[in-house]
């Protein structure tokens, strides 16, 4: 994003906008925080904003400010479609291609709205007019801040705004442990401290606030359905429709589940496999050189970063495991390297 582009933005926004953020499908706290954090920004203005969504995202982000103003499109896709339709602006956030948002993708597409894409994810294929896109940055919600600051509104962030900023950026860096974790994440996060974000009430509501299902899930899947190959440093664990039911699945239940596998002595890439109707979804962590992104687009019609991936599978379950276990042995060097 160049300098004449924040310009214009900064002039477009001078004046009031309907305005809609949205973001992909199944939002993780960093789609939440990014798009809340920008949200609560934004209605200090004259602005009409509504934050729309593609599906349900997990319970332990429904604290966070301006939750109960979010639109779900799947659940009122007539709502939605009308908010897009009548937008004069929309902010794609956490996204770097329109099939990540599902069953809205095709009236995102058609929008005439002034569209603009703030992301941390690599090759950026999105028609928008203007586009903050830098890999580097821990998150969709560190870049949030990065506009705000070039805006030169961070008198702004108030308590709502950092508190949606530094939850982006604690669950996209894992709590500070992933290698996408840079100095400028610590700062910024610290920054969000100093306006107000409560870091403990926050790990709070995020790592301490789980369901008895959830918990019973989290055993059943490690004691039960996970399947390590340490002769290629991978491993992965899968569960079925009928798993999910038992432990009467909510959004957001699986969330971190993939990292206990990469956390095993020798095991270098995870994958999780969990069937969904009509599909079955693919998530990828790795550790050292091995490329989670590469394996996930080159195989899963997927993608995302070189540490933490996803992708998708039009098939059984089982054929699922399948394919991710016969993958392995042509991987060999570069999962052992």
């Known amino acids: ?11 477009l926004l001078s004046t009031p906008q309907k305005i809609v953020i949205t973001t992909h499908s199944f939002p993780d706290g960093d789609a939440m925080g990014s798009s809340l954090g920008l ?7 004259e602005h009409d904003v509504t934050v729309v969504v593609p599906t349900r995202y997990p319970h332990f982000l429904s604290w966070m400010p301006g939750d109960d103003k979010v639109v779900v499109y799947s659940m009122n896709k007539e709502k939605a479609e009308q908010l897009l339709n009548d937008a004069t602006v929309i902010f794609c956030n956490d996204f770097n291609t329109s099939s990540r948002v599902g069953e809205e993708e095709e009236a995102l597409l058609a929008a005439n709205a002034v569209k603009i894409l703030i992301d941390h994810h690599p090759n950026p294929d999105l028609p928008v007019k203007y586009m903050m896109s830098v890999t580097e940055a821990s998150s969709t919600a560190e870049l949030i801040y990065e506009f705000i600051e070039k805006l030169g509104d961070t008198d702004k962030i108030n308590v709502a705004v950092a508190e949606s900023i530094y939850t982006g950026i604690l669950t996209d860096t894992g709590s500070f ?45 490690l004691v039960e359905k996970l399947a390590l190959f340490p002769e290629y440093g991978a491993g992965y664990i899968s569960l079925s429709k009928e798993d999910l039911k038992k432990y009467n699945f909510q959004p957001g239940d699986t969330e971190g589940l993939v990292n206990y596998i990469t956390n095993i002595r020798g095991i270098n890439f995870a994958t999780f496999i969990m069937e969904r109707n009509g599909f079955v979804k ?8 091995f490329s989670a992104n590469e394996f996930a687009r080159d195989n899963f019609n997927g ?9 998708e599978f ?24």
């Open 1 to 11: 994003m160049t300098e004449a582009d924040i310009i214009e933005i900064k002039e």
């Open 39 to 45: 949200y609560n920004f934004l209605i200090q203005g």
């Open 177 to 221: 442990s992933y290698g996408s974790t840079s100095q400028r994440a610590h700062q910024v996060a610290g920054e969000m401290i100093n306006k107000g974000a409560d870091n403990l009430k926050i790990q709070g509501y995020i790592y301490q606030d789980n369901s008895l299902n959830r918990v019973q899930l989290l055993g059943y899947s």
């Open 282 to 289: 693919l998530s990828f962590r790795s550790t050292g050189n």
């Open 303 to 311: 993608g995302g970063h070189e540490a933490a991936a996803g992708g």
């Open 314 to 337: 039009n098939g059984t379950l089982q054929e699922a495991i399948e394919k991710v276990v016969s993958l392995f042995p042509s991987y060999k060097d570069k999962l052992l390297s």
